[in-house]
């Protein structure tokens, strides 16, 4: 492939799992409605599979095509750690987007960590039809969180959406005010871009991930920021996004970092 030309690319890793045929699916629909180009990565654990897999990952972009008339381009790179090697092929081809599958939270942690491409996360099939209710966690007890600006940049991707913004309250602190003034200054400009929103406050002290899922119910996709944490809390708790990106009902969820940018998305 001609990695040089990498204007408007989805990536979608693929090791031949069924997981990963989703996630080929999800990047088929998506590279059409966004006009982009779309390669499938292999990453191999041995330099002399190397021919064999890429034979193999022919057969599977001619299957994508004969199926949505999609025809992906084919990369395969030799690596024993496959989420380094995505994250280094992330880095240097600097995709809009990464479709990723998940059958586990750590090493798909991983891969999204240090980096500043969003990454799609999914577990099943897409839907027929573009997302119609996408959940934005925003905490504005603590920050006027970086989500916001995403929030806009984003919304032109799926213009017709309507974006739940999920909040604490604030019921009960001192920072109740400065919520309520948030969230109207947030509606003003929400409204402003023209964007379709709808406000969901709880009365928990944050967004965790439980309150989260619980208020994202039937949505279609979840938009989540990427923390940064220490491997000691990693190892007694475990990551919020862990617990987001491996949920039981298999809602899709977005991740992006703070430096990550969706105007090459919407472009």
């Known amino acids: 492939m001609n990695a040089v030309d990498n204007v408007r690319l989805i990536l979608v890793p693929c090791d031949f799992s069924s997981l990963a045929y989703h996630a080929m699916e999800h990047g088929a629909y ?3 409605s966004m006009n982009s180009r779309l390669l499938i990565l ?5 330099e002399a599979d190397i021919p064999a897999m890429e034979k193999k990952l022919s057969f599977v972009a001619e299957e994508c095509f004969d199926k949505f008339d999609v025809r992906p381009e084919t990369m395969v790179r030799q690596g024993s750690q496959p989420y380094s090697v995505i994250k280094a092929v992330a880095k240097e081809l600097n995709p809009s987007l990464v479709i990723l599958k998940t059958g586990g939270g750590v090493h798909t942690v991983k891969i999204l960590s240090g980096t500043s491409t969003p990454f799609l996360v999914v577990q099943g099939l897409p ?8 959940s ?3 905490d504005f007890l603590t920050r006027h969180d970086e989500k916001l600006r995403q929030a806009i940049l984003f919304s ?3 213009p017709h959406a ?9 019921k009960g602190t001192v920072k ?7 969230l109207t200054l947030t509606a003003q400009v929400l409204k402003e871009q023209g964007i379709n929103t709808k406000f969901i406050t709880h009365d928990k002290k944050e967004n965790s991930s439980e309150t989260i899922l619980e208020l994202s119910k039937g949505a279609d996709m979840i938009v989540i920021q990427m923390e940064t944490t220490s491997p000691f809390r990693k190892f007694l708790f475990g990551l919020k996004e862990e617990k987001l990106i491996i949920n039981a009902d298999k809602i899709p969820v977005l991740c992006f970092s703070r430096e990550a940018d969706f105007k090459g ?3």
Not at 164 to 169: A, E, F, L, Q, R
Not at 176 to 182: D, F, L
């Open 162 to 170: 309507v974006m739940s913004i999920i909040t604490p309250s604030g």
């Open 42 to 46: 292999h990453v191999s654990s041995r």
């Open 136 to 138: 934005f966690p925003i």
């Open 265 to 267: 998305i919407s472009a």
């Open 156 to 158: 032109e991707y799926y």
């Open 30 to 32: 998506m590279s059409k």
């Open 127 to 134: 839907n027929d039809t573009a997302p119609k209710t996408i």
């Open 176 to 182: 109740e005010r400065n919520v309520a003034n948030s």
